[in-house]
């Protein structure tokens, strides 16, 4: 983490300035995390402090702020990376199967529509903020050339399995996804903890989104339902159906603020405070806890007599999530209830993220 001292206050700045300022200081510095120091109108004394992470959250403190950043960076410090924490199993999936499945199609499709809603943006190149120089030795001794921001998933019943987007950090453009640049994975984490990639036969997939893990959690919490195929081929609900799947059908991460959203349509579940009181960024061992608690915490998820379809929560200071689920009168195709409401139920700024202290 580095620590800039700075002149100007950041909490007048706009979101999206913050957020670049911020990954410009990242990247000429080597930090993953910066600590940006307004200074105050007497020498020796400071205005307000930003904690700046890689996600684009910028929480800033006013008052105690030694005493609030001491435990936000403390709550950063505990929150363990899980992105490394996966094996990948050879052969789990036939090629042909892989073939047959339709989950990578319907992520393709939700990130085109994600991208025309304005909830994906482009991916980021390390040399939009750092010199060509300095880009080319992050990607020869850290593999890293830029990142995309966001996240789609959705199970499949056919392949009994999850599908979700691979990394951004792997040259990925969310918006125009191919079958390559989604991976199957078990949908429960083994003790809890570890992912486990299912790669198709005679393929080695990418690495999976960092939210994977946390995903995971979801499908674990959640109860399940049977479902079964229609003359059509579709997989409809049905109590007597040959497949028991989760109740999660289909979901999205987005790097995107809420404005408001109507909630006899689609559930908010509010960020936990207490447990939770600070944010963190994504692909940690916290985010995943947090996961299971929403879950956990959602009246349409745990209540049959709820008839909404679709729940979403905020990810403090950086996004959001929302899922579909498996109940009366979602439509057919993955993802087209869901991203409807964007714009029309919800709405939301891509410019502009929250950051409640």
């Known amino acids: 983490m580095?620590?800039?001292?700075?002149?100007?206050?950041?909490?007048?700045?706009?979101?999206?300035?913050?957020?670049?300022?911020?990954r410009t200081a990242m990247g000429r510095l080597g930090a993953a995390k910066v600590l940006f120091v307004s200074r105050g109108d007497v020498p020796g004394r400071v205005a307000e402090v930003t904690f700046c992470n890689m996600e684009g959250g910028h929480p800033t403190e006013i008052t105690d702020i030694a005493d609030r950043m001491?435990?936000?960076?403390?709550?950063?410090?505990?929150?363990?990376?899980?992105?490394?924490?996966?094996?990948?199993?050879?052969?789990?999936?036939?090629?042909?199967?892989?073939?047959?499945?339709?989950?990578?199609?319907?992520?393709?499709?939700?990130?085109?529509?994600?991208?025309?809603?304005?909830?994906l943006p482009a991916p980021v190149k390390v040399s939009d903020f750092v010199s060509e120089q300095l880009a080319d030795m992050y990607e020869v001794y850290m593999g890293m050339?830029?990142?995309?921001?966001?996240?789609?998933?959705?199970?499949?019943?056919?392949?009994?399995?999850?599908?979700?987007?691979?990394?951004?950090?792997?040259?990925?453009?969310?918006?125009?996804l191919t079958r390559e640049q989604t991976v199957a994975v078990e949908p429960r984490l083994t003790d809890?903890?570890?992912?486990?990639?299912?790669?198709?036969?005679?393929?080695?997939p990418m690495q999976p989104s960092v939210e994977t893990w946390e995903i995971c959690a979801l499908m674990e919490a959640c109860p399940t339902v049977r479902v079964t195929k229609d003359p059509s081929g579709t997989w409809v609900m049905d109590p007597d159906g040959e497949r028991e799947v989760p109740l999660i059908r289909?979901?999205?991460?987005?790097?995107?603020?809420?404005?408001?959203?109507?909630?006899?349509?689609?559930?908010?579940v509010d960020a936990d405070r207490e447990?939770?009181?600070?944010?963190?960024?994504?692909?940690?061992?916290?985010?995943?806890?947090?996961?299971?608690?929403?879950?956990r915490r959602s009246h349409a998820v745990n209540d049959?007599?709820?008839?909404?379809?679709?729940?979403?929560?905020?990810?403090?200071?950086?996004?959001?999530?929302?899922?579909?689920?498996?109940?009366?009168?979602?439509?057919?195709?993955?993802?087209?209830?869901?991203?409807?409401?964007?714009?029309?139920?919800?709405?939301?700024?891509?410019?502009?993220?929250?950051?409640?202290?």
């Open 2 to 22: 580095a620590v800039v001292e700075v002149p100007e206050r950041l909490t007048v700045l706009p979101h999206a300035e913050v957020v670049a300022t911020a």
């Open 70 to 119: 001491r435990d936000r960076l403390v709550t950063a410090a505990c929150a363990r990376q899980v992105a490394e924490d996966y094996d990948t199993v050879r052969d789990a999936i036939t090629a042909k199967a892989w073939q047959a499945s339709t989950a990578p199609e319907q992520l393709a499709y939700a990130g085109r529509r994600m991208g025309e809603l304005g909830l």
């Open 145 to 176: 050339r830029g990142f995309s921001e966001g996240m789609l998933f959705a199970f499949d019943p056919d392949l009994d399995c999850l599908v979700v987007s691979a990394s951004g950090s792997w040259d990925v453009d969310k918006r125009n």
């Open 192 to 204: 809890g903890k570890r992912l486990r990639v299912l790669a198709p036969s005679g393929l080695l």
């Open 250 to 268: 289909a979901g999205i991460h987005a790097h995107v603020g809420v404005v408001s959203s109507d909630h006899t349509v689609i559930e908010t």
């Open 275 to 295: 447990q939770f009181p600070y944010g963190f960024g994504c692909g940690t061992d916290l985010t995943v806890e947090i996961a299971r608690d929403t879950v």
């Open 304 to 357: 049959p007599a709820d008839p909404r379809t679709y729940v979403r929560w905020p990810l403090l200071y950086h996004g959001e999530m929302a899922v579909e689920l498996w109940k009366p009168g979602l439509l057919a195709q993955p993802f087209q209830g869901l991203l409807d409401l964007y714009g029309t139920a919800v709405q939301f700024t891509p410019d502009d993220v929250p950051q409640p202290v």
